[in-house]
Every structure is written in C-alpha cells, then in structure tokens.
C-alpha cells in the first residue's frame, strides 16, 4: 500500500476487513477507505497502484460503491482520466448506506411479508400468520421510525443520537 502512511494503511485494512463482515468485499471497502482519506480524488490506475489489486476489481468496485452513493465520478481539470471521491461527510455516508440497506434489505422483506400475509390462511396455519404478523409488525415500526429519523436535518439527526439515555429515561418515565 504504497503512499499511504502507517496509520493510513492501518486503516484501510480495517476498513476492509470490517467490510467483510458487513457483507461487502474486502477490496471494494479498502477501495472505500483509501477514497475517504484521500485529500483530492484519485483516479482508477492510482487505486490500482496503492491497493496493488488488478483494474477488473477496482473498476467494479467503483462501480459497487457509485451504487451505495457513497463514491462519485468527478473530473479533474486537465486530466482526461476519471477521478473518484468518497463522500467525507460521516453522516452523509451514514444516510447513504442506510438508505442503500433499507432499499436492498428491508423494502424486499416488507414486500415479501406482505405478500405471505395475504396467501396465509389463519384458519389452517395460525402459528405462522401469527408469526408473519409479528414481524411484518416489526418491519412496518422500523421502517416507520427509520423515516421519520432520516427526514431530520444532520444536526437534528446527531442531536436525537447523542441523547442515550437520556431519551430512555424521558420515554420511561425515569429521571423525573
């Protein structure tokens, strides 16, 4: 990982070893990091050079993470070559990645949960109507919340985040 400081490198390969684990390929997250530390675009050959991985696998994770929203395509006067930036605001990307989720993880199962529902005879299958009713309750409360919270301005959003405990003892009762 040429022209990345120790520090740098360290967490790049975080990065791309948390990636692995949330369900995303180790270069496309290492390509994601070197974009978020990056103090001006790079172009797909520069990636290629600091990651030392083929361009096949840094063209279609460029192509992943413009997919997530969470990378962009950018020009760079007098360079014909395409540029790539990371999105540098944490909760931009936060509202990025969470929106690309509820759209590939969560809208699918409420759709799919829907659709059992209506095929579920309650007479003949109780258990299991009352099964997909719990947790197409459970969807249809996340997803609600999920809206309204990303419907705040990022201050606001920071704000509910940071209250802890406090929003516990306020919704319990408690600290009165």
């Known amino acids: 990982m040429n022209k990345l400081s120790p520090a740098g490198q360290r967490f790049v390969l975080h990065w791309g070893e948390m990636g692995t684990r949330w369900g995303i390929n180790r270069t496309v997250a290492q390509i994601h990091a070197v974009l978020m530390i990056s103090d001006r675009p790079l172009a797909a050959d520069e990636l ?12 279609n994770s460029l192509k992943e993470l413009q997919g997530w929203g969470v990378v962009r395509m950018v020009h760079v006067h007098g360079d014909r070559r395409d540029h790539f930036e990371s999105l540098k ?28 529902l209506a095929e579920a ?3 003949t299958e109780p258990a299991l109507v009352a099964r997909l009713q719990d947790l197409h309750g459970f969807f249809v409360t996340v997803t609600t919340w ?6 705040l301005p990022t201050g606001m959003l920071v704000g509910v985040m940071r209250l802890g405990d406090r929003l516990k003892n306020m919704v319990s009762g408690e600290g009165k």
């Open 48 to 59: 290629c050079e600091r990651l030392e991985v083929a361009r096949s696998n840094v063209s």
């Open 121 to 123: 005879d309650p007479r």
């Open 146 to 151: 999920y809206d309204h919270l990303f419907r």
């Open 89 to 116: 605001d944490v909760w931009a990307m936060f509202r990025a990645i969470a929106q690309e989720r509820k759209k590939r993880e969560f809208d699918p199962t409420m759709a799919m949960l829907t659709e059992c």
